[in-house]
């Protein structure tokens, strides 16, 4: 007969289809939970590695991992096309490329070996995805979560977490989740978020910047120093700035932030562009009545928005370059944006035991996302496993 050679869907087959589209649903759920930019959130992406590990195949663990990474980072489309002024279709193109690297270790990763195999094989994949190359675009790690369930625990903690996601992709996870979830519960009852030390202030800005090429203007810089002003009447000696509130610096605005704090007691980072014949650098400063310095030089800025090792003319990725800065006197981790995302940047810095971390950024672009608080959770996650103070400052 003509259709002989047709079959109707096995059931076993649908089966394994629902199943498949489970583990896929559950992980972009798991994904959109952890990385909604409440910190106490985090702790739902240990369960990331349990559906990886018992997902039926590899290709629906390809999936899974496309699901964890897209729904984690779902305010990009919207961010890239308002940063362009493009349309929806550069932010999708973008946000997909963005999760390749991600998808393609935790696919090649992938084992249907019980035993230490999935242990020994998602920690290889966490570990790849926290140290360059891979690393580089290794958003959305659940190790993050170490800060919130492990507080002040510092490298232990960061080595429990480590045990624990490996523990998720046993048969004992649901003994596992069980702990953990008794283990936030403890946690949370005391949380309290990361606060500056006394006599230290970071200042939110909302600059509106009508394309990634402008900076601070005259007006922008007075405005700024007005609130500059306003922190130190109220007594602080320490002010943090965002990313970008110095702008392009130069000679000229050098001598301009100078001379309106010599009259000031107070000491002020801010970030900056710094110009050269190869590209710019994207930097902290410290600024005060008697002079400037450069505190810290991004190791990571934004891969192709910014970093365009392809190109001439864009930002300079130091990647392994100085961690840390003194600011004010004091040992400071300086993240800047897109480095709070990131793992090997706050690992790196907290290996020379900085007494506060300083985190900042620009998020102009980001409109209505929760991009900006996604990054503010996790320096502060970061911030309370090794127990240490956290000055935020952004612009949006």
Not at 124 to 150: E, K, Q, R, Y
Not at 232 to 241: D, F, H, P, S
Request: with cysteine; aromatic share 12%; hydrophobic share 50%.
């Amino acid at each position: 007969m003509v259709f002989s050679g047709w079959q109707r869907p096995s059931l076993p087959s649908v089966r394994d289809g629902l199943v498949g589209l489970s583990f896929v649903a559950g992980s972009a759920i798991v994904g959109a939970i952890a990385w909604s930019g409440e910190v106490l959130a985090l702790p739902a992406a240990v369960l990331f590695p349990t559906l990886w590990a018992f997902s039926p195949n590899r290709l629906v663990a390809g999936l899974v991992a496309l699901a964890y990474f897209l729904a984690a980072s779902r305010g990009l489309p919207v961010g890239v096309s308002t940063f362009y002024a493009s349309g929806k279709w550069l932010g999708f193109a973008l946000w997909l490329a963005a999760s390749f690297l991600f998808v393609l270790v935790h696919s090649l990763l992938w084992t249907s070996k019980s035993g230490w195999h999935r242990p020994f094989r998602y920690a290889l994949a966490w570990i790849l995805m926290s140290v360059p190359s891979f690393g580089i675009t290794g958003w959305a790690n659940p190790i993050t979560a170490a800060g919130v369930l492990f507080p002040g625990l510092g490298w232990f903690g960061l080595i429990a977490m480590a045990h624990t996601l490996s523990a998720m992709t046993t048969r004992a996870w649901p003994i596992v989740a069980l702990v953990i979830g008794t283990v936030f519960a403890w946690s949370s009852l005391d949380w309290s978020e990361p606060r500056p030390p006394e006599g230290w202030i970071g200042i939110d800005t909302h600059f509106n910047y009508a394309s990634p090429g402008q900076h601070a203007g005259y007006a922008q810089h007075l405005a700024t120093l007005a609130l500059v002003q306003d922190a130190a009447n109220a007594g602080e000696k320490n002010i943090v700035l965002a990313e970008s509130s110095f702008g392009i610096w130069t000679p000229t605005t050098e001598h301009l932030w100078v001379r309106a704090l010599q009259d000031l007691d107070v000491t002020v980072n801010g970030g900056a562009i710094l110009i050269s014949a190869e590209g710019y650098d994207n930097v902290m400063i410290e600024v005060s009545g008697t002079g400037s310095q450069i505190l810290y030089r991004e190791r990571m800025p934004v891969p192709v928005s910014m970093w365009q090792p392809w190109a001439s003319g864009g930002a300079k990725a130091q990647v392994f370059g100085k961690p840390t800065g003194k600011f004010a006197g004091t040992l400071i981790a300086p993240l800047i944006c897109y480095e709070q995302l990131l793992v090997w940047p706050i690992l790196q810095s907290m290996l020379y035991e900085p007494s506060v971390i300083v985190a900042t950024g620009n998020g102009w672009w980001t409109g209505d996302t929760n991009i900006v608080a996604i990054q503010k959770a996790a320096a502060q996650a970061w911030a309370a496993l090794f127990g240490v103070p956290l000055v935020i400052a952004f612009n949006t």
